[in-house]
């Protein structure tokens, strides 16, 4: 399994970080599709989960912000995270998720791609 | 929301050592935590998920345990290719990340 962040490198403050992550050797089915996001300060900040059946979970601190879509025709999910500011800038990880009730992990990951919101 | 903490957030060691990390939730989160190893510029890792159950091809250097609040990762005989920065999460409530541990060469 795979997974590729692809968008912009580089976002100007107040407009929206868009990113798309092409999974490949894998279904889209049966797994939570996630982003994460990780900074020097922040550490590692899981934003939101999208289900194979569309239903979407948030980090609560994001979710007014946050977009997050499936397109299984082309197995790829995406992020859209508006009204940018610096404290966006980060890289920007897409991720695979298994859940089980409660329990719920992050593997494999994409190589990550950095984000920097600046003018 | 569930903080999450580790300790220590750094420590130095050799190899062959014997390391413990320990991670600690704000409140009781059964056994929804897993563990990941960051190397520098990559992604990270699942070392260990559901607290105790080590990923397929993981070495069994690697163990993990705890309940509730407070969990291990443990290193029996660390090795080389160990040094890097490890990550506790949990899923009890939301997903969240621990600060990391690094450990590096003594």
């Known amino acids: 399994v795979q997974l590729q962040e692809s968008g912009p490198g580089l976002v100007k403050p107040s407009g929206t970080l868009s990113l798309t992550c092409t999974v490949s050797?894998?279904?889209?089915?049966?797994?939570?599709w996630s982003w994460i996001r990780q900074t020097p300060g922040r550490g590692l900040e899981w934003i939101a989960y999208i289900y194979d059946t569309g239903s979407t979970k948030f980090n609560p601190s994001l979710e007014s912000r946050v977009t997050i879509s499936l397109d299984t025709s082309k197995n790829q999910f995406s992020l859209k995270l508006n009204s940018v500011t610096a404290a966006d800038t980060a890289v920007y990880y897409c991720?695979?998720?298994?859940?089980?009730?409660?329990?719920?992990?992050?593997?494999?990951w994409g190589q990550g791609s950095l984000v920097t919101v600046s003018s | 929301d569930i903080q999450m903490t580790q300790s220590p957030s750094s420590l130095s060691a050799s190899v062959g050592d014997r390391v413990t990390i320990t991670c600690r939730a704000s409140q009781s989160i059964s056994t929804y935590l897993n563990w990941y190893q960051q190397k520098p510029g990559k992604a990270p890792k699942l070392l260990i998920f559901a607290a105790s159950s080590l990923v397929s091809g993981v070495p069994s250097r690697f163990s993990g345990g705890g309940f509730g609040t407070d969990f291990t990762l443990t290193i029996s005989g660390l090795q080389a290719e160990d040094f890097a920065t490890y990550y506790c999460q949990q899923s009890d409530i939301s997903l969240t990340f621990g600060p990391g541990t690094k450990v590096d060469l003594k």
């Open positions: 050797d894998s279904s889209m089915y049966s797994y939570y």
């Open positions: 991720a695979r998720g298994v859940g089980d009730g409660y329990i719920h992990w992050v593997d494999p």
